[in-house]
């Protein structure tokens, strides 16, 4: 896996941040984090990344989807990867497989928390080398 690749990682729970952030760097990887939609499309808007990592619910319920919304219609090619425990709380599946769930989701994939780390490092591999 090339680890010339710069990840935007975005969520309000710093726990999740912190470790998440911790394990990306561990595999070689820059990590720029964020714990807001704002604060992420501030960042946005100053740096370039090639990868953005993002929670669904963050200040508001669907913060996650405006957000990669936001990034899919500033860089339709920049892969987003939606993190979140929506389902555990919530009992609502997600997932962005079809091109029906990817017309409304607008991220490249969806991984349930709690996260495995492995399955998360396999996605960014895959998804930074289409």
Do not use: C
């Amino acid at each position: 896996m090339s680890k010339d690749i710069t990840i935007l990682l975005v969520d309000d729970d710093i726990d999740f941040l912190t470790q998440t952030k911790v394990r990306l760097e561990a595999e070689d990887f820059t990590v720029v984090t964020a714990e807001s939609k704002n604060e992420a499309e501030d960042l946005l808007t100053k740096d370039e990344f090639d990868l953005a990592i993002i929670d669904i619910m963050m200040e508001d319920e669907d913060a996650g989807f405006a957000l990669a919304y936001h990034i899919k219609s500033k860089d339709e090619s920049m892969p987003v990867i939606i993190t979140s425990a929506v389902t555990s709380e919530t009992g609502m599946e997600f997932d962005a497989q079809t091109d029906e769930e990817k017309s409304w989701i607008k991220a490249d994939t969806f991984i349930p928390k709690p996260i495995r780390y492995e399955q998360l490092f396999t996605e960014i591999e895959r998804l930074t080398r289409e």
